[in-house]
Nanobody
Framework: QVQLVESGGGLVQPGGSLRLSCAASGFTFSNYDMKWYRQAPGKERELVAGVTSAGGSTTYGDSVKGRFTISRDNAKSTMYLQMNSLKPEDTAVYYC?????????????WGQGTQVTVSS
């Protein structure tokens, strides 16, 4: 069955770094655009970063531009998020998302999320 499994979250001090991973299985990873979203307590889920299926194009939320880098390895069916210069406001649950459109039908998969806490 389809699985997206996030890992790499944890507690880090402000200014520190973390690298999140999203391991995919059960579908053809290289056919899907991939995104990272996050949701902080009491807030709506927001887009953090996205990468197209072949990895040729990336997009970032304004709050993370210049600090986070999204990448993917289609041979390993894995997506990454390198997070540098972390701030307390980056604290959230980070979710992995896979999406593609086939014959006007939108296919979307979500992971369970990984907690990132930025605190001294």
């Amino acid at each position: 069955q389809v699985q997206l499994v996030e890992s790499g979250g944890g507690l880090v001090q402000p200014g520190g770094s973390l690298r999140l991973s999203c391991a995919a299985s059960g579908f053809t990873f290289s056919n899907y655009d991939m995104k990272w979203y996050r949701q902080a307590p009491g807030k709506e889920r927001e887009l953090v970063a996205g990468v197209t299926s072949a990895g040729g194009s990336t997009t970032y939320g304004d709050s993370v531009k210049g600090r986070f880098t999204i990448s993917r390895d289609n041979a390993k069916s894995t997506m990454y998020l390198q997070m540098n210069s972390l701030k307390p406001e980056d604290t959230a649950v980070y979710y992995c998302n896979a999406e593609r459109v086939v014959f006007n039908r939108r296919l979307v998969y979500w992971g369970q999320g990984t907690q990132v806490t930025v605190s001294s």
